[in-house]
């Protein structure tokens, strides 16, 4: 089973940046897809991005296009969010998550099996 771990969220005033990372154990990291996802009270948790195991063909939530980069390093089996001109619309829980078995769009939360507990990210105006 994959174990996740995200880091690196906190405060930041509007147009800062912010890098989250998520360290992966308990499985082959490099052979998995991983997704960014986010989500504040009251609403269902929203795609940032995802990442195949190759690294390329990355793809972004129009929300953040633009603005946030994905990338990882299986060596330290960590995926990575770099998030910058951030805004306030971007505060929320930001979790990551690994695609194993499960089918479905990559945009959709239901297609990803493990999750990270997830870490706050809030932007000030």
């Known amino acids: 089973q994959v174990q996740l771990v995200e880091s690196g969220g906190g405060l930041v005033q509007a147009g800062g940046s912010l890098r989250l990372s998520c360290i992966a154990s308990?499985?082959?990291?490099?052979?998995?897809?991983m997704g960014w996802f986010r989500q504040t009270p009251g609403k269902q948790r929203e795609f940032v991005g995802t990442?195949?195991?190759?690294?390329?063909?990355?793809i972004y939530g129009d929300a953040v296009k633009g603005r946030f980069t994905i990338s990882r390093d299986n060596a330290k089996n960590t995926v990575y969010l770099q998030m910058n001109s951030l805004k306030p619309e971007d505060t929320a829980v930001y979790y990551c998550?690994?695609?194993?078995?499960?089918?479905?769009?990559?945009?959709?939360?239901?297609?990803?099996?493990?999750w990270g507990q997830g870490t706050q990210v809030t932007v000030s105006s």
């Open positions: 990442i195949p195991w190759s690294g390329g063909s990355i």
């Open positions: 998550a690994v695609r194993q078995i499960r089918g479905g769009n990559y945009y959709q939360s239901g297609a990803y099996d493990t």
């Open positions: 308990g499985a082959t990291f490099s052979i998995y897809t």
